[in-house]
């Protein structure tokens, strides 16, 4: 986990709601690191979810710990406020499902931390400091666990875009505006090879280029909160009860759907 990164997202959460700390939180595909983020910034209602079959739940002390596919989770609609992942998708055979998974289960809001497709990213799987499928990952496992559904085959590692995101959660939910906030990071891989050295003697230069555009990191994270109540629907919609409806009075504008 990119320890720093996820924090700082995480401390902009609580900025954008403060009692946070004290909601529900459910991460999916998360581990002993997950555990001991949110122990360390003193979260308390949090439930531990993957598919690793060799554990049992108490690694997780003291939070919960189910054992789900990210893509099929077993929750209800709405089950807890923020759903987390951190490289957690990319290990899915599908990580479109496991993202909208994260934001029908969630009543708030989700958070999102994964690798950014860039040119940047691009050249650094040319150069081979980038994998584009996770072999190391298998390897140090004990080539059982760590791919694709943390089976034994190398998952492809699916890199986003912000528009990807959102377009993904437009799709599923295009009842009102998600709002949405994306944060970037540099994660400079440390690789021992002769790519790697020379990536350490040009890790200034990059570095520098990643302040000026930021887009190029290989690192962002998203913070998505749901359309809230029926002042977030989409113009054309109103709330009837317990459903959603489309507004017999509307008239479409130019503005409707910026």
């Known amino acids: ?20 700390s004290s909601r529900s939180w459910l991460a999916v595909c998360a581990g002993a690191e997950e555990r001991d983020l949110f122990r360390n910034i003193g979260f308390r209602d949090v439930t531990i979810a993957n598919l ?21 989770l077993s929750f209800p609609d709405q089950a807890f406020d923020y759903v987390f992942v951190s490289d957690g998708l990319h290990h899915c055979a599908s990580p479109h499902r496991a993202l909208i998974e994260m934001y029908r289960v969630a ?50 590692v699916y890199r986003w875009t912000e528009r990807e995101l959102a377009k993904t959660l437009a799709s ?42 930021p887009r190029q990191c290989n690192s962002f994270a998203m913070i998505a909160h749901k359309p ?9 919609l109103a709330k009837e009860g317990d459903e959603i409806v489309f507004r017999r009075n509307y008239k479409r504008t130019l503005r409707d759907q910026t």
């Open 228 to 236: 809230n109540g029926a002042l977030s629907l989409w113009p054309w």
């Open 52 to 72: 690793d079959a060799r554990l049992t739940g108490d690694e997780f002390t003291p939070f919960r710990w189910s054992r789900e596919n990210a893509q099929d």
């Open 107 to 156: 009543r708030k809001a989700i958070v999102v931390v994964e690798s950014r497709d860039s040119l940047m990213v691009r050249l650094a799987e040319r150069l081979g400091l980038a994998e584009r499928y996770e072999v190391d990952a298998v390897i140090g496992n004990d080539f059982i666990y760590g791919g694709v559904n943390n089976g034994p085959v190398p998952n492809f």
């Open 1 to 20: 986990m990119r320890t720093a990164f996820v924090e700082k997202v995480i401390a902009a959460a609580l900025v954008e709601d403060s009692g946070a």
């Open 172 to 213: 599923f939910d295009p009842t009102g505006p998600q709002q949405v906030r994306f944060f970037y990071a540099l994660n400079l891989p440390e690789r021992d090879n002769l790519a790697g050295r020379l990536l350490r003697l040009s890790a200034p230069a990059i570095q520098a280029a990643a302040r000026l555009f």
